[in-house]
Nanobody
Framework: QVYLRESGGGLVQPGGSLRLSCAASGLNFKIFPINWYRQLPGKDREMVAQITSSGLTNYTDSVKGRFTISRDNARNTAYLQMNSLKPDDTAVYYC?????????WGQGTQVTVSS
């Protein structure tokens, strides 16, 4: 069975940093792209960043230059380093692994940016 578990969320002041982790089990982690999404209550889930199996990255415009996605295939873990956080970054952040047959999701981790 496939599990994705996010961690690292919390409360941070504007301008602060957090690093989210996504630990995966039950799948051949290194061959699949990994995505980070976020969702506000009542809104659609928004893709924030993605990293391919070869390490190519892509970001939504609002986080470019502030967020960095990475992966450690030896640890079956992906990361989202978030710097210069803004109140608009407040959301539940989800990790996603897209396989050809199914998309797997973690349970999410809350990030709150507030003074």
């Amino acid at each position: 069975q496939v599990y994705l578990r996010e961690s690292g969320g919390g409360l941070v002041q504007p301008g602060g940093s957090l690093r989210l982790s996504c630990a995966a089990s039950g799948l051949n982690f290194k061959i699949f792209p990994i995505n980070w999404y976020r969702q506000l209550p009542g809104k659609d889930r928004e893709m924030v960043a993605q990293i391919t199996s070869s390490g190519l990255t892509n970001y939504t415009d609002s986080v470019k230059g502030r967020f960095t996605i990475s992966r450690d295939n030896a640890r079956n873990t992906a990361y989202l380093q978030m710097n210069s956080l803004k109140p608009d970054d407040t959301a539940v952040y989800y990790c996603n692994a897209e396989t050809p047959s199914y998309g797997y999701w973690g349970q999410g981790t809350q990030v709150t940016v507030s003074s």
